[in-house]
Nanobody
């Protein structure tokens, strides 16, 4: 089973920045990688994807504020989050999956997530 460990969350004021990291227990170079978030009582929502060739795709509500990147040598994916808003408060998760066409297919493996709290 693949292990994913997210880190970098915390408490930040609105307008601030955080950089999340997710380290994966196996080689990720051939996979697409994604970041999701989940509020209590809500479905987990996809935020950003980076494909194996480095192409990125973002949901509209984070485009221009969040940047996804990857370091295959470290089996790590990052999410740089700028201009944070209180509505960005959630638990953030990474995933290792596949990107076909314009659709991301998540794997069944998830980490514990990292809590991001943005105060107003």
């Amino acid at each position: 089973q693949v292990q994913l460990v997210e880190s970098g969350g915390g408490l930040v004021q609105a307008g601030g920045s955080l950089r999340l990291s997710c380290t994966v227990s196996r080689t990720i170079s051939m996979n697409a990688l994604a970041w999701y978030r989940q509020d209590p009582g809500k479905q987990r929502e996809l935020l950003a994807v980076v494909t194996s060739d480095g192409t990125t795709d973002y949901k509209g509500f984070v485009k221009g504020r969040f940047t996804i990147s990857r370091d295959n040598a470290k089996n790590t994916v990052y999410l740089q989050m700028n201009s944070l808003k209180p509505e960005d408060t959630a638990v953030y998760y990474c995933n290792v999956g596949s990107y076909i066409g314009t659709y991301y297919y998540p794997s069944k493996d998830w980490g514990q997530g990292t809590q991001v709290t943005v105060s107003s």
